[in-house]
């Protein structure tokens, strides 16, 4: 085993071999059970990944696993849904239940304490993350040709100056 290998991780504490009956002037004497901090650097070879805030079960262990997941399984049934209309010829109805699915994401991400496999990132980068693209798909499909529901005039000059 290298010398790298048997480092304590970054953060980790290792403890420290008992002091030799001869200690240096003004350090208290180390004795076997007495920790001391390991290195602040990155370790060369990583053992273990930290989960996401709010990254466990969103029901309790003895619960089925769909039911454990009820969050994701609830966005991604919404994005299901949604491309299933989208495919039965209803574009605008369809990519607004995904933009919609999202933005509930984003919700239940903020009011929920654990989530389970919806929680990918920190908090706040998943909220941001599925509301500003549910935000997006929602108002490009309400956007869409033919017979816009919303007209937002200067993204038209946008559209017809960079289309010219």
């Given at each position: 085993m290298t010398?790298?290998?048997?480092?304590?991780a970054a953060g980790e504490q290792r403890?420290?071999?008992p002091a030799s009956p001869a200690s240096p002037a003004g350090q208290p004497p180390?004795?076997?059970?007495?920790?001391?901090?390991?290195?602040?650097?990155?370790?060369?070879i990583t053992r273990d990944t930290a989960r996401p805030e709010g990254g466990g079960r969103a029901a309790p262990g003895a619960a089925p696993a769909p039911a454990r997941q009820w969050p994701l399984l609830t966005v991604m049934g919404g994005v299901g849904l949604g491309l299933l209309?989208?495919?039965?010829d209803a574009f605008r109805a369809g990519?607004?239940?995904?933009?919609?699915?999202?933005?509930?994401?984003a919700f239940l991400r903020w009011a929920l304490p654990e989530v389970g496999m919806l929680a990918v990132r920190s908090r706040f980068t998943d909220m941001l993350t599925y509301g500003l693209l549910?935000?997006?798909?929602?108002?490009?499909?309400?956007m869409a040709q033919p017979d816009p529901w919303v007209s937002i005039p200067f993204l038209d000059d946008v559209v017809h100056f960079t289309v010219r």
């Open positions: 010398a790298e290998a048997s480092e304590p403890q420290e071999p180390a004795g076997p059970g007495r920790f001391i901090r390991g290195s602040r650097r990155f370790p060369l209309i989208v495919a039965l990519t607004v239940l995904i933009g919609l699915s999202l933005l509930a994401g549910g935000a997006a798909i929602v108002l490009l499909s309400l």
